[in-house]
């Protein structure tokens, strides 16, 4: 099949937007009338599309058939990467695969390649005689990007009350060429030459960012404006580029000091690794803007989420291309109106002008697709072709033969692998050596690697930063190890013999590469020169969201002299016979992983996909115990592996019914699923029968229990009309709400229907913190906790309520009278024409007007409406929840978004723009409990106390929020007790029982987090 020259052109599956082709119809026209003898191209065969920029039909015109089945097609191209059931056996296949590198994500294609027989070459890696990439499309993501944002430019100046001739601009998509969209620039440019901008924006400055492709395609659309150019301050006798790519670290930022201060609109198009200093960072970005400057977007063209521009921490879409960034609050918004700076991060920019970046990418590729559609070899083609192709019949070519090697030594790139965790540690003698240079497009990584494992050394790959143009080099950081201290030396000297004969050889292009070695050692902290994993155990924690990280922490810092001095007290263990911990963080995303371990010791990143119960049940079985932080419809999942398995399971989530009957099988396995194990459930369960089983203790009997708990904002934080905030998406706090409530008072049995559940908050103090103005809601069923608790039969009250500050259940009641949390799908908001916020607004206010878009809506006016519609009895209550819908921007004039189809839809997101944390604020959580005792022989009564009130915190320029903190640390704790084998109890367990709850709350005040007692 391989060479008949019959090529296939792939339907992309990637992207809606991805309209971008490998060859256009007028180069599969010159290919199939020049003929198989000239071209090599006997037959093309076209995958049909309906959003391809060139419609089937016109490739029908010039001869190509019309397939899906490209089974006849020897060699098959595309753009993008292709969905994995669409790689056939025994073919060749030519796109841009991002695998040439090792990359995590894309591993999985490779591995298809290669069990499919199959070839693969990669576009990103076919490069010229001068070391340049010759297929890409970085020109036209630099023209797209800045037309995009000149679009924004003109609606955000419009929002600050500035008229300019940018608001004539549309997206680049919109227009029907290149040249249409350079001509509307063109005509802007013409009236800002005769009519000048407003006073009020003028100097508008621009900064240009990078001087690759993407560069030089932003600054051809922006050479199109009249404008004076600026040519930066020469650097060359203070910066040498190829030192500065080797450390970076002897390098501080100046961008923010010179230059930044002066801008009105930063184009980013740079290249940026971590080990970089950050263009701007936040803190940066605030000082500039506290002392006035003018800046007023980014178009961060590289959309690098996270990279040189700290605040960027999103990307952004075609059809929605901003969102705006309010510096001073850092808080996001997806608006134009507001304080702060407007950003666009969209992430596939070149198929907004698919046409032309299909003509030029198929013009280069059209001058050699016929030596690859006809060759059976590949000694048979040219060497830069040769030297592109990654896998040939289902086996790396020799280039490439370092992917597995990276892959073997890298733990993070091998989910479902554990045991390759502890091996790297095994040499005795271990160095951090950091390697930096063009690594992989002159294939030095091969060499490094050769001189590792000829030498009997081992290595790591610790960290691998890999350029993104031909002019980057990339950097990679090795721990290498030897049994012997000579071996390691020699080891350390070869490498560096690479670095200087590749620095001191023919160098066309002016690149180096180079070494540097951390000294010491990094096993155990680097505090000694060899690894002992005779006492190592290991815990495996499911999900990377914001409570795995203190999770992680405690668990990873098991062994080392801060937890033994905290914690020997309280554990009554040997510290000498107590081993350190080893955390794997699993998460379906391994950034995510990768960034929640981020600085703790002992901890490793994994991508695993749970519903993979292969790869599930190998990470499982190479550890002690699993602590899952998944949602709870993944818990029976991991239970039921855990059970086959015979590991121990930690969660926070509430024991179900499917969990429960698990019961008996986790007793024959001789496990311990502990569940319940966070804050609420969890620590509310072990101070409630500390105090219930101390007083049956000395022969008292439980008249009545009542529960409080609440995650609230630090009384700072409650700075807005409702005094609350959310962490996550409010959805579920919305729902929770609406829930019905069933308890008993003094011998009553009190059912709260969910539609009254706001109305009926009752005002609430706490003795020991008056300053606290409370109320809470009744939470569920409260008497499923008397049966929990044993006390069913003692106590007449039995309540369990959720924590709000007062007011809130007023305005949240009124708020969904109104209508705002109904979830049916609202006509208004069907409509292919959408509604402003106001409008949508004042149709629930029942408010006739004419014009409502234009029509002003006041606080005093919506408090006076809603008291008309019943909705409020007293005016109080009116004006804060008209307050609250002010506060939430529902009277704005910006159009819903058309994500939004219901009522519920439009509150939650608005809540959870304008009701977030920044990242300054701290959050809280307080746990209340009261228990009144009757003593029958003694005749006399106690009135006992139990108060937790934990605030986030930061420390190292890292928040952990309160609640992530009071449940992630109980989880943690039930995973150690596990360890520990202080649980001897099997089966299903709440932490009920004095052998989790007594050591578990010890812990947990060695911990920070201490429990506040009162007996009166």
């Known amino acids: 099949m391989l060479g008949n020259g019959v090529v296939g052109i792939l339907s992309e599956s990637s992207n809606k937007w991805e309209r971008r082709v490998p060859l256009t119809p007028s180069h599969c026209a010159r290919l199939l009338l020049s003929g198989k003898d000239k071209t090599g191209v006997a037959r093309i065969i076209v995958q049909p599309s309906t959003k391809r920029i060139h419609h089937d039909a016109l490739y029908e015109d010039v001869g190509c058939e019309i397939s899906d089945d490209l089974?006849?097609?020897?060699?098959?191209?595309?753009?993008?990467?292709?969905?994995?059931?669409?790689?056939?056996?025994?073919?060749?296949?030519?796109?841009?695969?991002?695998?040439?590198?090792?990359q995590k994500e894309n591993m999985p294609l490779l591995d298809k390649i290669i069990a499919e027989r199959a070839s693969l070459y990669d576009?990103?890696?076919?490069?010229?005689?001068?070391?340049?990439?010759?297929?890409?499309?970085?020109?036209?993501?630099?023209?797209?990007?800045?037309?995009?944002?000149?679009?924004?430019?003109?609606?955000?100046?419009?929002?600050?009350?500035?008229?300019?001739?940018?608001?004539?601009?549309?997206?680049?998509?919109?227009?029907?060429?290149?040249?249409?969209?350079?001509?509307?620039?063109?005509?802007?440019?013409?009236?800002?030459?005769?009519?000048?901008?407003?006073?009020?924006?003028?100097?508008?400055?621009?900064?240009?960012?990078?001087?690759?492709?993407?560069?030089?395609?932003?600054?051809?659309?922006?050479?199109?404006?009249?404008?004076?150019?600026?040519d930066p301050s020469r650097l060359p006798e203070l910066f040498q580029m190829a030192d500065y790519y080797a450390h970076p670290e002897h390098y501080s930022p100046t961008f923010h000091e010179k230059v930044a201060p002066y801008a009105s609109i930063i184009v980013n198009c740079m290249y940026w690794e971590k080990r970089f200093p950050r263009l701007l960072s936040n803190e940066q970005l605030r000082d500039l803007m506290e002392k006035g400057c003018p800046l007023i977007g980014i178009a961060d063209i590289t959309c690098d989420v996270g990279g040189s521009m700290e605040f960027v921490n999103q990307t952004t879409s075609i059809e929605s291309p901003f969102f705006r960034y309010d510096v001073l609050c850092d808080s996001y918004h997806h608006d134009m109106e507001g304080d702060g700076v407007i950003c666009s991060a969209v992430d596939i920019l070149p198929t907004e002008f698919a046409k032309e970046a299909?003509?030029?990418?198929?013009?280069?590729?059209?001058?050699?697709?016929?030596?690859?559609?006809?060759?059976?070899?590949?000694?048979?083609?040219?060497?830069?072709?040769?030297?592109?192709?990654?896998?040939?019949?289902?086996?790396?070519?020799?280039?490439?033969?370092?992917?597995?090697?990276?892959?073997?030594?890298?733990?993070?790139?091998?989910?479902?692998?554990?045991?390759?965790?502890?091996?790297?540690?095994?040499?005795?003698?271990?160095?951090?050596v950091s390697l930096s240079g063009h690594l992989f497009d002159k294939?030095?990584?091969?060499?490094?690697?050769?001189?590792?494992?000829?030498?009997?050394?081992?290595?790591?790959?610790?960290?691998?930063?890999?350029?993104?143009?031909?002019?980057?080099?990339?950097?990679?950081?090795?721990?290498?190890?030897?049994?012997?201290?000579?071996?390691?030396?020699?080891?350390?000297?070869?490498?560096?013999?690479?670095?200087?004969?590749?620095?001191?050889?023919?160098?066309?292009?002016?690149?180096?590469?180079?070494?540097?070695?951390?000294?010491?050692?990094?096993?155990?902290?680097?505090?000694?020169?060899?690894?002992?994993?005779?006492?190592?155990?290991?815990?495996?924690?499911?999900?990377?969201?914001?409570?795995?990280?203190p999770a992680a922490e405690l668990l990873a810092s098991i062994g080392s002299t801060s937890y033994r001095q905290r914690h020997d007290s309280h554990l009554k263990v040997d510290s000498e016979e107590q081993g350190h911990v080893q955390v794997v963080v699993a998460s379906l995303y391994l950034k995510d992983a990768e960034e929640t371990i981020e600085g703790i010791p002992n901890a490793t990143a994994?991508?695993?996909?749970?519903?993979?119960?292969?790869?599930?049940?190998?990470?499982?079985?190479?550890?002690?115990?699993?602590?899952?932080?998944?949602?709870?419809?993944?818990?029976?999942?991991?239970?039921?592996?855990?059970?086959?398995?015979?590991?121990?399971?930690?969660?926070?989530?509430?024991?179900?019914?499917?969990?429960?009957?698990?019961?008996?099988?986790?007793?024959?396995?001789?496990?311990?699923i502990l569940g319940e194990m966070g804050l609420d459930p969890g620590i509310d369960h072990m101070m409630a029968m500390k105090m219930i089983d101390q007083a049956h203790q000395r022969k008292g009997r439980i008249r009545s229990f009542t529960s409080y708990c609440g995650g609230l904002p630090?009384?700072?934080?409650?700075?807005?009309?409702?005094?609350?905030?959310?962490?996550?998406?409010?959805?579920?706090?919305?729902?929770?709400?609406?829930?019905?409530?069933?308890?008993?008072?003094?011998?009553?049995?009190?059912?709260?229907?969910?539609?009254?559940?706001?109305?009926?908050?009752?005002?609430?103090?706490?003795p020991e913190l008056p300053a606290f103005a409370l109320e809470c809601l009744p939470n569920r069923n409260s008497l499923v906790y008397g049966d929990l608790y044993r006390i069913s039969k003692e106590a007449s009250t039995i309540f369990r309520g959720t924590l709000r500050y007062e007011g809130f259940g007023e305005i949240m009641g009124t708020l969904a009278k109104v209508g705002l949390f109904d979830t049916e799908a609202q006509m208004i908001l069907k409509s292919s024409e959408r509604p402003t916020f106001r409008t949508f607004l004042l149709k629930h206010l029942k408010l006739e007007k004419e014009d409502s878009d234009k029509a002003s809506v006041g606080e005093k006016e919506i408090a006076q409406q809603l008291l008309i519609l019943g909705h409020c009895s007293e005016e109080g209550t009116a004006l804060r929840t008209a307050k609250t819908v002010l506060f939430l921007g529902l009277h704005e004039q910006m159009q819903?978004?058309?994500?939004?189809?219901?009522?519920?839809?439009?509150?939650?997101?608005?809540?959870?723009?304008?009701?977030?944390?920044?990242?300054?604020?701290?959050?809280?959580?307080?746990?209340?409990?009261?228990?009144?005792?009757?003593?029958?022989?003694?005749?006399?009564?106690?009135?006992?106390?139990?108060?937790?009130?934990?605030?986030?915190?930061?420390?190292?320029?890292?928040?952990?929020?309160?609640?992530?903190?009071?449940?992630?640390?109980?989880?943690?704790?039930?995973?150690?007790?596990?360890?520990?084998?202080?649980?001897?109890?099997?089966?299903?367990?709440?932490?009920?029982?004095?052998?989790?709850?007594?050591?578990?709350?010890?812990?947990?005040?060695?911990?920070?987090?201490?429990?506040?007692?009162?007996?009166?």
């Open 71 to 102: 089974s006849e097609c020897g060699f098959i191209v595309g753009i993008k990467q292709p969905k994995l059931d669409m790689i056939l056996p025994d073919r060749a296949y030519a796109f841009f695969s991002h695998t040439h590198k090792a």
């Open 123 to 230: 576009y990103e890696v076919i490069v010229g005689e001068h070391g340049k990439r010759l297929l890409a499309f970085g020109k036209y993501a630099g023209r797209a990007g800045l037309i995009d944002f000149l679009s924004g430019l003109g609606q955000r100046y419009l929002s600050l009350g500035y008229s300019t001739s940018f608001l004539s601009l549309g997206g680049s998509y919109t227009y029907s060429s290149l040249a249409a969209a350079k001509a509307a620039i063109i005509s802007v440019g013409e009236d800002i030459a005769t009519q000048g901008l407003p006073s009020g924006i003028c100097p508008l400055v621009f900064i240009f960012t990078g001087s690759g492709n993407v560069s030089a395609g932003a600054q051809e659309i922006f050479k199109l404006l009249p404008h004076t150019y600026v």
């Open 358 to 432: 299909s003509q030029h990418f198929g013009d280069i590729l059209s001058e050699f697709i016929g030596k690859l559609a006809s060759s059976v070899e590949i000694a048979q083609l040219p060497e830069h072709l040769r030297r592109a192709c990654i896998a040939h019949r289902g086996r790396l070519t020799a280039l490439f033969e370092y992917i597995p090697r990276m892959r073997e030594s890298d733990t993070e790139s091998m989910p479902v692998n554990l045991v390759n965790i502890p091996a790297y540690r095994m040499k005795k003698f271990t160095e951090l």
């Open 443 to 549: 294939f030095l990584i091969n060499e490094a690697l050769n001189i590792i494992e000829a030498a009997g050394g081992s290595f790591h790959l610790v960290k691998c930063q890999v350029g993104q143009s031909a002019d980057a080099p990339s950097y990679s950081e090795l721990e290498v190890g030897a049994d012997d201290r000579e071996v390691l030396d020699q080891i350390i000297d070869s490498l560096n013999s690479l670095a200087n004969r590749s620095e001191n050889g023919p160098q066309p292009d002016n690149r180096t590469s180079s070494t540097s070695k951390t000294d010491g050692t990094v096993v155990n902290n680097g505090t000694k020169s060899s690894c002992d994993l005779g006492n190592t155990r290991s815990v495996l924690i499911l999900g990377a969201g914001r409570v795995c990280q």
């Open 606 to 672: 994994i991508e695993l996909d749970v519903a993979d119960h292969v790869s599930l049940s190998k990470c499982i079985s190479q550890v002690d115990v699993v602590i899952s932080l998944l949602p709870s419809l993944f818990h029976v999942t991991v239970a039921n592996a855990c059970i086959e398995l015979k590991k121990h399971l930690v969660t926070a989530s509430y024991v179900d019914e499917q969990t429960s009957k698990l019961d008996e099988k986790a007793k024959d396995a001789g496990i311990t």
């Open 714 to 766: 630090s009384p700072a934080a409650a700075n807005n009309p409702l005094a609350y905030k959310f962490s996550w998406n409010p959805a579920g706090a919305i729902r929770v709400g609406r829930n019905p409530a069933l308890y008993k008072s003094h011998g009553e049995t009190i059912h709260v229907d969910g539609d009254k559940l706001y109305e009926s908050a009752t005002r609430f103090r706490i």
């Open 896 to 1016: 819903v978004p058309a994500s939004c189809q219901s009522a519920f839809d439009v509150t939650c997101l608005l809540m959870e723009e304008r009701l977030a944390y920044s990242s300054t604020e701290q959050d809280m959580v307080l746990l209340h409990h009261e228990v009144e005792v009757e003593y029958p022989e003694s005749q006399h009564k106690e009135n006992h106390g139990a108060t937790l009130m934990e605030f986030g915190r930061t420390e190292n320029g890292k928040t952990t929020t309160a609640m992530a903190l009071t449940v992630g640390v109980p989880v943690a704790i039930g995973a150690l007790l596990l360890l520990e084998n202080k649980i001897k109890t099997r089966g299903v367990l709440r932490p009920i029982e004095p052998e989790v709850y007594v050591p578990a709350l010890d812990i947990l005040q060695a911990q920070g987090i201490r429990v506040m007692e009162k007996i009166e």
